[in-house]
Every structure is written in C-alpha cells, then in structure tokens.
C-alpha cells in the first residue's frame, strides 16, 4: 500500500536492531534523519517527547536523548520550550549553497575522489561533524567542566591586546618561541625528557605530530611496527603516506618486542603508548622499555613515542617517559594538550632531535603554515604563570577519586560477571564479560542503557576477535558514574 502524504508518520515502525554493530543512537538518529529528508516526516511536526518514544522503542531515554540532540545540532529538528521538539521548518539541505548540494557522486565523476580516499572513508564515523553532550562512558573525553575559563579569557583579553603587530604576519612554523620553551621546561620536571626548546615542535595534536612522521620518516613501502591492538588513527596516517603495517601484539608488559623481531626484523619504526597503552590500559615495564630501546638502537629504528596521557598515573608519582632513558637518541616523543586540556585546542607538540628540527618546521610550513599565535602566546602564560600546573594537580586527584569510582562501580553492579583490568593510569578502563559467550549481551545491554564505549576491536587488525569494551571516567562525576553502571547492569541481568 502507498503510503499517502498526508499520513502521520508512525514512530513504532523504527526499527532498532540490537545485534547490529552500530549503537542504538545512531541507528535511531539516521531513520529519523532518512524520514525527515525523504518527506514521510514533515516540517513542523511534533515528535513525540524522549520519554514516549523510548517506551515505544523499549529503548534507553538517553539513547533517544542522543539521536535527539545529533539532530538538533545538525538543524533537522528544533526545540521550543513548553512545545516539545519538532522538525524544522527550514532543512539544512535547503539552507545549502546549491553548489554543495548539486555535487554530483564521487562515483559518477571522474572528477570524484582519489583511491586513497576508500580508507579515510572507514574513519567516517569516527570524525563527529557535530559533538553531542558525552554520556558514561564515553572515551577520549577530559572533564571540560572543570576547565578554568575565566583565567584563560583574562590571559587572553591580555595577549589580544599586547601581542606584537608582527606576530599578526605569522610566527616560526616550529612554534611561537615562547611556547616552545615553555614545553621544554615542562617536559623536563614532569616527564623527565631533557630537551632544548629548539627541539620542540608545536603541531596541532598528536594526530598531525603523526602525519609529519608519515611525511618525513616513510617512504612507500618502508614498514613500520603498531602496537595490536592498537591506535588506528596512527595506522591510518602512516600507510595514508604509502607505509607497510606490522600489527605487533601487546601483552601484560606492552609491545612484545621478540614477537615484533620475529614479524619484522627492521621496521623503519615502531610507534608505541607506553604510559598507558591504547587501548589495553597496560603500562610498559621497564625491562620491556630497556629491551625496545636496546632493539631499536640494534635495528636502527624509530620509536615513536604517543604519551598522550603521560600525566595521569594515580598510584604513585608519573612514571617517567621512555624518551627519558633513551641512551641513543632513537626516540620521537609526542605530547598533546587534548587531554589535560580539552580536545578542541588542538595543540600538541613533538620533540625531535636536532638535525631532524628543520625539515618537521618546514614540513609543518608546507602543511598549514603553524598553529594560530593567540592560542600559543595565550597557553605560554597559562604555563608560565602557575595555572598549567595547578590544573594538572587539581585534574590528577580530580580523575584518581572518578577511576576509583569507576572500579567500584563496575565491581558493585557487576561483581564476577564482568573482568577489567586496574591500571591505576590513564583515563580509560577495558571491560569485558567474565564468560567470553556473554560479550555480545554485555554490549547490548549497554546499548540499551545508553552507555557510550568503544570496542577494542575498532583498534584492532583482526577484527571481531579481540573482545573488550573501552570505558572512559573522566568526564563524569561519581553519581553519574555508579548510576550509569547500574543501569547498564540492570540490563545485562534482566
Ligand atoms: C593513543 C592516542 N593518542 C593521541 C590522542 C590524542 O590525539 P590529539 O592530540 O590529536 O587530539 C588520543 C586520544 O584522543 C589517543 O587515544
């Protein structure tokens, strides 16, 4: 039967698969996104309220929240106070330059995109066009709540009105000097790494830190080792640039070296997490560390170091980087505020050896120029003045007390259901089911409690066989997070 036009779109004929790999929220926000673009729900009309339509769907209120705000954000729904949320009267597609919407398909034009772009397109989802409001337990996400903003707006209203003219022409694509010199001596007490600031090179976060290793260190066909499971998007920015993939496994001690020689003998280099491994959550051991420097000295390797959580060890003082007590100079040593910040700063920094700084600066040159001068100048006064360091203390007890939250909160709710590992490190924790059967009930039932996680198996190169869900704490508060793990457990018993 042809459905007419002027038919109420019904709401319980959405269909949520729970077995699909994709979560609830999403497959809820793109069938509404679908009806509202093909016309079946129409400009103006009311949706029903979150509390209605997870009832109908018998789904979790914060998953409807969530396709709910996405689209929102997006421009296909607005929301009036006292009368609910309703479709927009004007589309985004309508509000398009028509040049953009007439674009014909990359696969019809042989103007279309290059063969490379197939594998960017595997990132698609991973590249948020709109950010939604985090829900437990999503990864990646800093406590941004607790970020100190009216100092930084003081810091910056001052650099806006004392930064010298020329620095509106541009300053040194290695970093605004200041800053660089500010870096080096942060690294040095808190990390250990004794460097100039002549080796610091400021980049907008670690990704683009990867990209100019990709560029400068690669060539096609050179190979490299990546820690299994791994961090994809460091996957991604070397064989972007023609590299060859070693996945080398890592075990309760970090990256199995022995298992790396004997898959690769000499990688051109070996990119590591050693504080707190992504995504296993495990800390490299200083035998483990000894034996990686001793084998890239031997093989005439790299070692990519990503420290991207380096500050946040909770049991005892930071452990110090591996670029710290590397003898030979063979590591490449990568920071990022995106943590101890915020993400969206987009500032990060590499520390490279010296005859190596003029080609990452004009690499970077080539790239996008440098990194905007009011956020370097304004992040040197922020480090300078005492605030950096302050945060840090403020953050470390801040994440301590919410991970040890978060084991109790799993452990209450779940007892000997649910296996995790305790690094008492870093901002994320690995669950999975005690029985390997329940995996996939596991992660249903927090798709339907609205829990967000990532699955180490989108880190992995053999997917759909490294269990485990990747958790993160630190951007919620200890009520949020026992009431979200109850919730989840609730669940998964029912
Ligand atoms: C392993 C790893 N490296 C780096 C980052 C941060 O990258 P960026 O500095 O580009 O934001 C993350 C998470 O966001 C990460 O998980």
């Known amino acids: 039967m042809v459905q007419r036009r002027s038919q109420r779109f019904q709401f319980d004929t959405l269909e949520i698969d729970r077995d699909a790999s994709q979560p609830l929220h999403r497959q809820l926000e793109s069938q509404l996104r679908e009806a509202i673009r093909s016309g079946r729900l129409r400009p103006g009309e009311k ?85 939604t409001t985090p829900l437990p337990f999503r990864p990646h996400t800093p406590a941004i709540d607790q970020f100190p903003r009216d100092i930084w707006q003081r810091l910056a209203d001052r650099r806006i009105r004392r930064l010298p003219r020329l620095t509106y022409l541009g300053v040194d694509p290695a970093g605004y000097p200041p800053l660089r010199s500010a870096i080096a001596a942060y690294l040095g007490a ?24 990709a560029r ?47 898959l690769c003998p ?40 990503d420290d991207y959580v380096g500050e946040f060890r909770f049991a005892a003082r930071p ?30 920094y590499l520390v490279v050896p010296e005859p190596l700084v003029r080609a990452f600066a004009t690499s970077r040159w080539l790239a996008d120029r440098h990194s905007p001068v009011f956020e370097q ?28 939250a978060m084991f109790t909160a799993l452990e209450t709710s779940f007892g000997s259901a649910m296996e995790f590992q305790r690094n008492e490190a870093g901002l994320h924790v690995v669950a999975k089911a005690s029985d390997s059967r329940q995996n996939r009930r596991l992660q249903r039932a927090a ?16 997917a759909g066989k490294t269990p485990g869900m990747i958790l993160g704490f630190a951007a919620f508060n200890e009520q949020q997070i026992a009431e979200a793990a109850q919730a989840w457990a609730d669940r998964f018993f029912a």
């Open 47 to 131: 949706l029903p309220s979150t509390r209605g339509l997870c009832n109908q769907l018998q789904i979790a209120r914060n998953t409807v929240a969530a396709a709910y705000e996405q689209l929102l954000a997006e421009g296909y729904l607005e929301a009036e106070i006292g009368s609910g949320t309703r479709v927009s009267q004007q589309l985004p597609e309508q509000t398009a330059p028509s040049s953009v919407a007439k674009k014909p398909s990359p696969k019809t034009s042989r103007r279309g995109l290059a063969k490379r772009a197939e594998e960017v397109d595997r990132y698609a989802d991973w590249a948020p066009r709109t950010i």
């Open 190 to 213: 808190s990390r250990g790494v004794a460097c100039s600031a002549e080796q610091i090179i400021v980049t907008s976060g670690v990704q683009q830190g990867l990209e100019l290793i």
């Open 377 to 404: 100048a304004t992040l040197t006064d922020f480090i300078e003045e005492g605030h950096f360091a302050r945060h840090l203390r403020r953050m470390r007890k801040l994440y301590a007390a919410r991970q040890a």
């Open 447 to 462: 798709d339907e409690a609205g829990v967000e996680y990532h699955l180490v198996d989108q880190y992995s190169a053999s």
């Open 319 to 348: 452990q110090q980087a591996l670029a710290a007590i590397d003898p030979h100079g063979s590591v490449i040593y990568l920071g990022t505020f995106s943590k101890v910040l915020f993400p969206g700063m987009r500032l990060g």
């Open 266 to 305: 000499r990688p051109k280099l070996a990119y590591v997490t050693p504080s707190v491994q992504w995504p296993a959550a495990v800390t490299m051991s200083l035998p483990r560390r000894m034996q990686l420097l001793e084998w890239a000295e031997q093989s005439d390797a790299w070692i990519i170091e």
């Open 216 to 262: 400068l260190l690669l060539d096609p066909g050179d190979s490299f080792w990546l820690e299994q499971p791994g961090y994809s998007p460091a996957w991604h920015a070397f064989t972007a640039h023609g590299a060859v993939g070693v996945p080398v496994p890592v075990d309760e001690q970090g990256i199995d070296v022995a298992a790396g020689e004997r």
